[in-house]
């Protein structure tokens, strides 16, 4: 069974930084990308940030503020967000799979996902 969990969410003030931290793990585990979304009742999941293999993706609205990581030995996918807005808010989810270089930002792609992580910007 295959189990990926995110952690480090967290109420902060606008213009603050977090980090999150995602870990995957179980039997024979191996994937080609992780990945973060999020979403806000209501509304559809948005692609946050992709790492597959070399190559990071990120979506328009966190482009520059936030960055992907791995740290391949624990299976672990670090998401720094900076320069933080209240429309940051949401909950976040990290999911991994194997998605190919086209479909790498889309929830579909991917096979495993974690229990979500809220994350609260104050203005």
């Known amino acids: 069974q295959v189990q990926v969990a995110e952690s480090g969410g967290g109420s902060v003030q606008a213009g603050d930084s977090l980090r999150l931290s995602c870990a995957a793990s179980g039997r024979s585990y191996n994937y080609d990308a992780m990945a973060w979304f999020r979403q806000t009742p209501g509304q559809e999941r948005e692609f946050v940030a992709g790492?597959?293999?070399?190559?990071?993706y990120y979506g328009d609205s966190v482009e520059g503020r936030f960055t992907i990581s791995e740290n391949n030995d624990k299976n672990t996918v670090y998401l720094q967000m900076n320069s933080l807005k209240p429309e940051d808010t949401a909950v976040y989810y990290c999911?991994?799979?194997?998605?190919?270089?086209?479909?790498?930002?889309?929830?579909?792609?991917?096979?495993?996902w974690g229990r979500g992580t809220q994350v609260t910007v104050s203005s």
């Open positions: 999911a991994s799979g194997f998605p190919s270089s086209l479909t790498v930002k889309r929830q579909r792609a991917y096979d495993y």
């Open positions: 790492i597959r293999g070399s190559r990071t």
